[in-house]
């Protein structure tokens, strides 16, 4: 069983930044790949990016790209999303998740573990 705990969420401004982090509790042997999704009030789950633990490779929503950037510390098991020039229309829940293997995934239920959620709230 792998434990995932996010933080980094909270209150900003339209166009600040902010880093969000997932900690794994522990290393999976084998390939694997890590992701970012998002939920807004009154909205479905949405991908937001992923990375192949490994060789890196990444993936961003269109909504993202440009803005956002998904990063990885190996050594300390641990994922990142920075997120710059943050909009109004980011504010949701974000939520890491883990697959086995290392294609990457934009579809929620490719992922087997996902943590509990951070809160990321844009205001104007």
């Known amino acids: 069983q792998v434990q995932l705990v996010e933080s980094g969420g909270g209150l900003v401004q339209a166009g600040d930044s902010l880093r969000l982090s997932c900690a794994a509790s522990?290393?999976?042997?084998?390939?694997?790949?890590m992701g970012w999704f998002r939920q807004a009030p009154g909205k479905e789950r949405e991908f937001v990016a992923a990375?192949?633990?490994?060789?890196?490779?990444?993936a961003h929503a269109n909504s993202v790209t440009g803005r956002f950037t998904i990063s990885r510390d190996t050594a300390k098991n641990t994922l990142y999303l920075q997120m710059n020039s943050l909009k109004p229309e980011d504010t949701a829940v974000y939520y890491c998740?883990?697959?086995?293997?290392?294609?990457?995934?934009?579809?929620?239920?490719?992922?087997?573990?996902w943590g509990q959620g951070t809160q990321v709230t844009v205001s104007l």
């Open positions: 998740a883990l697959k086995v293997g290392s294609i990457l995934h934009k579809r929620e239920d490719a992922y087997n573990y």
């Open positions: 522990r290393r999976t042997i084998g390939s694997y790949s």
């Open positions: 990375i192949s633990w490994i060789g890196g490779n990444t």
